[in-house]
């Protein structure tokens, strides 16, 4: 809802066939914007009734932002995961909210599988295709993994991987899935040796992210 008020302040404005060399209107000189440009008065009353509902949902966020940081301060899984490079304070707490223990998976592929990323897989007597990703699981861990990965540069593990499969498949998109089941798997490994190491000494070690060093580079 929040996109949506701000998406539709931008359509009010051009379609009065105003451009505003202002990249949030929504910033320090938003507030402007109304008496800097020719609009019709509708347009004008519009625009600041989207401003006050974007106000009113900024509160809320803010809000519901500090109190999720409050809750999961002192978690483990919380802790463990914002070492992960590209995951920010929203997607750990959808890590954290949707995947829970992470010790009732097996393995990286029960993981991914869960939130679907994992290719289709049709059979047929001897032969086998692989499809699309299956996109049955949770969306919320597929949708953070993803967008976890598309901006990591190309100099990391992580970045490598989705470069590599760009390279090879020729879409970034497939690129991003591939790097984001590497990404997936190493939040796996991480939050289970952190929780080892506090349920075997009582207190949280840190642990480096498994994919965060790329090959051939050494540790100190």
């Not at 320090?28 to 989207?50: M, T």
């Not at 490994?189 to 480096?208: D, F, M, Y």
């Amino acid at each position: 809802m929040w996109t949506q008020c701000k998406a539709h302040a931008h359509a009010v404005v051009a379609k009065g066939g105003i451009w505003v060399p202002i990249t949030d209107p929504y910033g320090v000189e938003g507030p402007l914007l109304p008496d800097r440009v020719n609009l019709a008065a509708p347009c004008k009353e519009r625009i600041g009734s989207l401003r006050r509902f974007v106000e009113a949902f900024d509160a809320e966020i803010d809000l519901f932002t500090r109190l999720a940081q409050y809750r999961l301060a002192r978690e483990r899984g919380y802790t463990a995961i914002e070492q992960i490079p590209g995951i920010g304070p929203v997607r750990e707490q959808c890590f954290v909210a949707e995947i829970g223990d992470v010790h009732r998976f097996a393995g990286p592929t029960q993981l991914t599988c869960w939130a679907g990323l994992t290719p289709s897989h049709h059979e047929s007597d001897t032969k086998v295709q692989r499809g699309r990703i299956t996109k049955q699981g949770s969306r919320l861990v597929r949708w953070a993994a993803i967008e976890s990965v598309k901006m990591l540069p190309a100099t990391t593990y992580i970045g490598g991987i989705r470069d590599k499969a760009v390279q090879r498949r020729g879409h970034r998109n497939i690129g991003a899935v591939a790097a984001a089941r590497k990404q997936l798997a190493g939040a796996r490994l991480l939050g289970r040796a952190i929780t080892t190491s506090v349920r075997c000494t009582g207190r949280p070690v840190r642990h480096e992210h498994p994919n965060s060093v790329g090959r051939g580079s050494c540790r100190s």
